[in-house]
């Protein structure tokens, strides 16, 4: 061992647990990170607290709760209306917490580095040794290729010294659109899906990904080959790092090339449906639907081979002896299930999440959790791990008593704020329903674990119960603003 401190979290977007073979699947290939598995303690019930993307990660690198979505400003109604209320440049499209970090919390990599803790210490110890307050110099490092990082207004490379953008995923089209016409595009949209936002959203990728000749350019390869890069640069350097790797695949489109395609469903010749719609898939063929789930099922496996490859350099480079490691994902993705597609309501195929921490010397290796444990555990785990104290008290909990057998739990329940939807989990059952307890979906997950029988109509005290402990965490409510009907009068004008 060294007196090193490396910190190294990968962030894998719109990774079902379920489909990764040390959570229990039988089909698909992750030999990487089943791999991985076995070295770490491994979260059984990691769950979101907010989502989708931006949400969970800004929980996840401040260690504070986004849902309630009362940390942040709302406009008012008539503000909202006119500045369209959207959503990734998606007209009409309100997402609640999606935005940058409020300036007046302090990020992980800021905290680490010593940048913006007020502290009368910190700031002593920063002008004395120029440590940052970690008893160590601290390289602060970003590789992703997740667009919403870099939307306008966002700040997610706050107190990152380094940071890597690859760019072409989610919205961030900037391949000629001419290019598009290389492709056959009926042989990805059906009649059905035509003049869809899911096909002009595919036709920027596929401009995008016109010239593209080989599984190097994919984009997970690129975002693996510039951290496989930093490490190889930055080989002879005495200081500590934290090192952020955020890969957006597996998320849609899902293109990976053929043959991971190939290991699933060989030999298909009918539409290929690498943009999902969001939405029913009763217009679809078993058929299709099959395909689909094994293009899925190909570039998680395609995210596996490159996080290999970047383990095995964390290994050659002796980095296992002296790095905490954080692997997760944000949230998973409906893929048929319940008769849809997308990320539209919170069930477990959406929420849970993959969460796996390496420890150095072995703590927790091997070792499986079952207790509710969320992102904003994450942040508040890393600064105990390192001894940095932050300048406020974290909404996230520390995980290393769990890792090391000292705790069975850190909370009694979680909840989370999706869009129009509300969630509570209190470890027997989950409550999905609207903002005022409307429409309510009850699942008791010991006998049905894959939500299919709604009890909500025979057990509503049970109902009642979870929805009060939503509105406790909401302190008392009310969750958000009314963007329905903000978003009705703006359907409305634009009609």
Known sequence: MTDKKNIIIVMIDTLRPDHVGCYGNKWIRTPNLDRFAKESMVFDRCVAESLPTLQVRRAMLTGMRVFPFDHEFFPSKQDAIQAGATFLAVPLGAAPGWGPIPWDLVTLPEMIRGVGVATEQHRRKELRDGTGGTGTAYRTAFITDCAPYFGPSMNYNRGFSHWDFIRGQCSDHYGSPVLAKKWDIDRFV?????????????????????????????????????????????????????????????????????HYVDLYDPGYKGVEMIHPHYGPTDQMTEQELKHMRALYAGEVTMVDTWFGRFMEKVKDMGLLDNSLIVVTSDHGHMLGEHGIAGKLTPYYELIDSVLMIRHPEGVGAGKRHGSLVQHHDICTTILNYLGVEPPYELEGHDLMPIMAGRKDKVRDYATCGFLMNLWGDDGEYILICGLEGEYPSLFDMKNDPYQRENLASDKPDVVKRLYNLILSDAGGGPILPNWGEIVAELAYRMA
Not at 198 to 215: C, I, N, S, Y
């Open 190 to 258: 059906p009649p059905w899906l035509k003049g869809s936002w899911e096909e002009r959203e595919l036709l920027g990728h596929l401009a995008v990904t016109a010239k593209w000749k080989g599984e190097a350019d994919c984009f997970a390869p690129q975002v693996f080959r510039a951290a496989i890069e930093y490490l190889e640069d930055n080989r002879e350097a005495d200081d500590s790092f934290f090192l952020c790797v955020d890969c957006w695949d597996p998320h849609e489109p899902w293109d990976p090339p053929q």
